[in-house]
């Protein structure tokens, strides 16, 4: 078995589709980026052409894209599967930062790259991917709204509050709010009229629906907000007839992870964002 590789997401769609629309929940960040891309064009999340490729050909075992500047996202790899793309990739798209996958795929993949180009690795952010089970809503003070145009500055804050919480650049954030906005993608928590968390929810796709982003500002974490908001998003996609709803937490935060699964969200697999810092930053 080999990789292929493409510039075309409808191409990749075409051939890795099926394979990823079969474990929709499991797959949802890869199909979220790759409906983006086909209906937004080229550039949500950056400048830079977007690769994809998929694993096989009449039976397709796994899939990868990734959209400069951020990590491969690789789907569902076997440890042989994820050292074959690094060592398609080398060749292809040697500015690689960095592999966001399960853990033993990500390690294969890192192992080999670090072979190839004498790069070291850095573990990043630990994430675990959620799906709702039975929704438990929270007794918590306000209620939910759609967010609206005037909404815009302060989500805008937030967004860029979210990237600066898990230690990413947030891409094009003006350009997210706005479209976030016009699809009534985006939910706001008030208590007496004034907003104190946010959440967003997209989809769907393949039947699912991915909650995020999720945030409250420091100075009102700690109410329940966040949960509640979470949990108002999750209600309107099971409304809209979402197979499942699904969402990533951040490991290193406890709090969000027993917020979520009182909720009822249950965890289904973990991933891991290795960083690969070329050799001249490598050495001391």
């Known amino acids: 078995m080999r990789w292929s590789t493409t510039e075309d997401v409808d191409e990749f769609l075409a051939a890795a589709g099926e394979f990823l629309r079969s474990r929709a929940a499991e797959h949802m960040i890869i199909l979220t980026v790759a409906e983006t891309l086909r209906t937004r064009g080229r550039d949500p999340y950056g400048a830079d052409t977007p690769r994809f490729g998929w694993w096989g050909t009449a039976d397709v075992g796994a899939a990868f894209l990734r959209t400069p500047p951020h990590p491969v996202l690789l789907e569902r790899a076997s440890v042989a599967a994820a050292a074959a793309l690094a060592q398609t990739l080398v060749r292809l798209d040697p500015a690689v930062p960095a592999v966001n996958a399960t853990p033993e795929a990500a390690e294969a993949f890192a192992r080999d790259w670090c072979r190839r180009t004498g790069a070291a690795v850095e573990v990043g952010r630990r994430t675990r991917l959620y799906r709702l089970g039975d ?24 967004y860029e ?11 094009h954030v003006r350009d997210w709010v706005d479209a976030g906005i016009a699809a009534g993608e985006l939910t706001l928590w008030e208590v007496d009229g004034l907003p104190v968390s946010m959440a967003a929810v997209t989809g769907p796709v393949a039947g699912v629906f991915k909650v995020a982003p999720v945030y409250t500002p420091p100075q009102r974490r700690r109410h329940g907000y ?29 709090t969000s992870n027993s917020v979520y699964q009182r909720l009822g969200y249950r965890p289904v697999h973990d991933r891991v964002v290795l960083s690969l810092v070329p050799a001249r930053r490598a050495i001391p």
């Open 135 to 158: 929704l438990d809503t929270p007794s918590v003070p306000g209620a939910a709204r759609p967010a609206a145009p005037a909404d815009r500055d302060l989500l805008i804050d937030w």
């Open 161 to 171: 509050g979210f990237g600066r919480d898990i230690g990413e650049d947030m891409v």
């Open 226 to 254: 966040g949960g509640a908001v979470t949990a108002a998003v999750s209600r309107a996609a099971l409304d809209a007839g979402a197979t499942d709803v699904v969402l990533y937490t951040d490991l290193a935060n406890p």
